[in-house]
């Protein structure tokens, strides 16, 4: 791309030219909800698609979803058998489901993305309505062709001593050099305070950070970015936004950046916000080695930066049950960077899990102050079963 990015793209082996429709839905509509390595991902699973529609139906695939819809139970059904096929586990003798659910989806995205004739270079004529009711159609088909696969564990949060635990190490502690610990202590406090990813947190560079009266740190994607020099680039996986932060947050990084080292940023032209003590882009293994570190003198287990965005995920839904905001999870999405309503339900799953229980028990309290009934006792000594 003119800005630097690379981009994977899918052609046919006799021809080498692009597919038209897959490269024009990976450039402006898919890099936008994921990283490259993801969409590469997807590609491989659309490739799938067309040699199903060359193969099986003898069908030039741009050539028919520029003209017409694919929807059509028969044809679709031919394209799952095909798939369970290439899916097949050879030695098992099952369908790898990670693998084939992740393809029908990335399936199901690019079909739907189709039905829009604006999207393949026309002007459509089709009313909304349609369009909406032909991609529910397509949602509810691929839904009941999806493999179920047993729900993961999902992380614990940090309890707020384990938090308080962590700052205090961070702080006072001389477990990490003076050179490292503001940038270590802002790292933290900004992956638990805002949800951040690891690869958000080492994209974030000097542009992100809020001027003057603004206080909302930017979340900007930036790939192949020719300033950044490591050699396994980190990346903002999906949506760009923007995010309040505290005034303790932001008097920290101000701080950051204006002291001089050892406790200040060092003194360099890397446009970077967190450098290593030599002045390089702190890279994946020395964040890991971060964490990690902390986890060991905490004495707090499987401690990772995900598990504090678990963390924030948890208390943000605590925040807005007891607040009694009924769109959060469309807040949450915003916030977390997310395109898919199933991945906040996932994160939040312990906070949903708990605010269920406490509105069962209030259920029951209420119901037996309404009801006040109780069982009689009687002598069941001779009683018979019947």
Not at 181 to 196: D, P, Q, S, V
Not at 334 to 353: E, M
Request: positive net charge.
């Amino acid at each position: 791309m003119p800005s630097g990015e690379k981009l994977p793209t899918l052609v046919p082996n006799h021809t080498r030219v692009p597919f038209l429709l897959p490269d024009r839905w990976s450039r402006s509509h898919r890099r936008f909800q994921v990283a490259s390595s993801t969409l590469e991902i997807d590609l491989r699973g659309i490739g799938k698609l067309y040699t199903w529609a060359y193969k099986e139906r003898q069908l030039d695939l741009d050539q028919h979803l520029s003209t017409r819809d694919l929807y059509d139970p028969v044809i679709l059904n031919s394209l799952i058998t095909y798939m369970h096929l290439d899916c097949l586990n050879k030695k098992t003798g099952v369908v790898t489901s990670g693998t084939y659910n992740t393809y029908l989806r990335a399936i199901s995205n690019f079909l739907q993305w189709c039905l829009y004739l604006a999207h393949r270079g026309g002007k459509s004529e089709e009313r909304n309505w349609s369009l909406a009711r032909k991609r529910l159609e397509y949602d509810e088909y691929f839904m009941e062709q999806y493999i179920p696969v047993r729900q993961s564990e999902t992380w614990q949060p940090l309890t707020y001593e384990e938090t308080n635990k962590i700052r205090n190490i961070l702080n006072t502690s001389t477990v990490f050099a003076p050179e490292t610990r503001l940038r270590n202590w802002i790292m933290f406090n900004l992956a638990l305070e805002l949800g951040l990813r690891r690869g958000e947190l080492l994209k974030l560079r000097l542009d992100s950070i809020p001027r003057g009266r603004d206080k909302k740190i930017k979340i900007l994607r930036n790939p192949d970015d020719p300033h950044d020099t490591r050699a396994d680039e980190p990346n903002v996986k999906t949506m760009e936004r923007e995010i309040p932060a505290s005034k303790n947050m932001l008097q920290d990084i101000h701080n950051y950046l204006t002291l001089h080292p050892p406790a200040g940023r060092p003194s360099t032209d890397n446009p970077y916000l967190f450098l290593s003590t030599e002045g390089n882009p702190l890279s994946v293994v020395q964040t890991h080695e971060i964490i990690k570190k902390i986890g060991k003198y905490t004495d707090i287990e499987n401690l990772n930066w995900h598990r504090l965005r678990h963390t924030w995920a948890e208390r943000m839904v605590d925040f807005y049950i007891e607040n009694k905001v009924d769109n959060y999870i469309d807040q949450m999405m915003y916030l977390g960077g997310w395109f898919n309503p199933q991945s906040v339900l996932r994160y939040t799953r312990n906070a949903n899990a708990k605010a269920s229980i406490l509105w069962q028990e209030k259920r029951l309290n209420r119901q037996e102050k309404e009801a006040q009934f109780s069982f009689e006792e009687h002598d069941f000594t001779h009683s018979k079963r019947v």
